[in-house]
């Protein structure tokens, strides 16, 4: 019975990890990003900074993962950074015209931006 629960958990591990590694750069940075907003939720905020800007690292063309910059640098009071990645997000959000672009989540996105300018 023992050996059972060993081998069904190794195979549980063994099967993450070759999982894992067949994720695309974009599944990595959205990983990457969620680890960091759950340090942000610790309050440990140089372990979540570290995080988050791996996540972009792995994406760079994701605007969620630069949404999350955003957010994060407000709430840490560094509007100047704040400022920075938002212009970056705002060249990257689909066009207010396009059907994806004319989401109520999406206006609220850019009245954060305009706020930041």
């Known amino acids: 019975m023992v050996a059972q629960k060993r ?11 070759s999982t894992f590694s067949k ?13 960091g907003l759950v340090y942000q939720s ?9 995080w988050l800007l791996k996540g972009v690292k792995y994406d760079a063309k994701n605007w969620s993962l630069f949404l ?8 840490e009071n560094k509007l100047g950074i704040a400022k920075k990645y ?4 705002k ?6 015209r396009s059907i994806n672009g004319r989401s ?14």
């Open 7 to 17: 081998q069904a958990s190794h195979s549980l591990c063994s099967g993450g990890f």
């Open 86 to 89: 938002a212009l970056k997000l």
């Open 23 to 35: 994720k695309t750069s974009h599944d990595i940075g959205l990983y990457a990003q969620s680890v």
């Open 42 to 50: 610790l309050g440990e905020t140089n372990k979540a900074e570290k």
């Open 104 to 117: 109520i989540f999406l206006r609220r996105v850019r009245d954060l931006i305009k706020e930041l300018e």
């Open 91 to 96: 060249n990257l959000l689909p066009h207010p």
């Open 68 to 75: 999350n910059f955003v957010s994060f640098y407000k709430l």
